[in-house]
């Protein structure tokens, strides 16, 4: 549903239309209870705790946007999530711009906990300025049984970095991790994870892309260390580029330290820039140059759109970045 919020700020434009969730607003690092649909947080740090055997009904979305033009603000904002055994929860997030004058600074610093066969489904979502920055860390520790299933989007910045670490503790732990990064002009856009298996019998699957114009740079550094002791790991990892410039710079960075012996394990990369023959064939089905090369790089793109666990957030996105 759509809630019309009585506030001083239009953030209509970040809303998911007919989708039912909890809202957390926060302007320029402040909770605002006021544009929130919840108002039960007592400070400007968020500390959620999920109780055993509960299963929250709707999404939490929260929304950190930037409106000061103060280019020395700085906002520093600590997540401290648990999930408590047999629980679940939704949660996205989204660092957002309220204008082109914002140069708020963000750093987040995010722990989640999940406990034995809990469940946590993730988003992430940077869509700021290029006058601002946005350093994240997140550590998520997963106990046995659980699982956690995360999307990444981040198209805004002129410096994004995201700092993920998962540490897989507990038997049959389960990780789904997707991320697509889009930069332009001077961007920099960083994408770091570190998957480490400390014991057998757990899972994890990451698959990241980057889209690349003009002279924007994205890194992608992702590490999969399996222990000695963590026999019948299953752990793979990808990353595709796409480089639309010349000037553009992709690279990539993926890692495998394998101790255990009795693994399935697989990483990989690529790079490249628009495929000149898919173009060439839909330019000959009567489908104009700049029409298709958009097309392409929707289908790039849409792969990693598909991952989102949320529907409504899907068709949301491909609105907002296509």
Not at 79 to 107: G, M, P, Q, R, T
Not at 225 to 232: C, D, E, G, H, L
């Amino acid at each position: 549903m759509n809630i019309d919020f009585k506030g001083d700020l239009d953030l209509q434009k970040f809303w998911v239309p007919d989708w039912d969730v909890h809202r957390l607003v926060f302007v320029d690092g402040c909770f605002r209870k006021d544009l929130s649909s919840l108002a039960t947080l007592i400070s400007d740090d968020l500390t959620l705790t999920v109780a055993s055997d509960v299963k929250i009904s709707k999404p939490v979305y929260i929304l950190y946007v930037s409106t000061t033009s103060h280019n020395d603000e700085k906002e520093v904002i600590h997540h401290n999530i648990v999930l408590e055994k047999n629980s679940e929860l939704d949660l996205i997030e989204e660092y957002a711009s309220l204008n082109e004058n914002s140069c708020f600074n963000n750093n987040v610093e995010s722990c989640f906990l999940l406990k034995e066969n809990s469940r946590l489904r993730h988003g992430k979502i940077q869509s700021l300025n290029l006058s601002q920055s946005c350093i994240s860390k997140t550590q998520i520790n997963l106990k046995e049984h659980s699982s956690y299933t995360g999307i990444s989007m981040s198209w805004g910045a002129a410096l994004s970095q995201d700092d993920l670490s998962f540490y897989l503790e507990g038997k049959d732990a389960k990780v789904l991790m997707s991320g697509l990064m889009m930069g332009r002009e001077d961007q920099q856009l960083d994408q770091r994870l570190v998957m480490d298996h400390k014991i057998g019998g757990c899972e994890s699957y990451q698959h990241f892309k980057c889209i690349l114009r003009d002279k924007s740079k994205g890194l992608f550094d992702g590490k999969i260390y399996v222990r000695p002791n963590a026999q019948k790991t299953s752990a793979h990892q990808a990353n595709d580029n796409l480089i639309l410039s010349d000037q553009a710079v992709a690279q990539a960075r993926p890692h495998l330290e394998i101790y255990a012996d009795d693994v399935r394990c697989t990483h990989g990369s690529t790079t490249g820039q628009m495929d000149e023959e898919a173009l060439f064939y839909m330019r000959s089905r009567g489908i104009e140059e700049e029409q298709a090369r958009t097309l392409l790089i929707e289908a790039f793109a849409d792969e990693i759109i598909r991952d989102i666990p949320w529907q409504e957030l899907q068709n949301h996105m491909r609105k907002r970045i296509c």
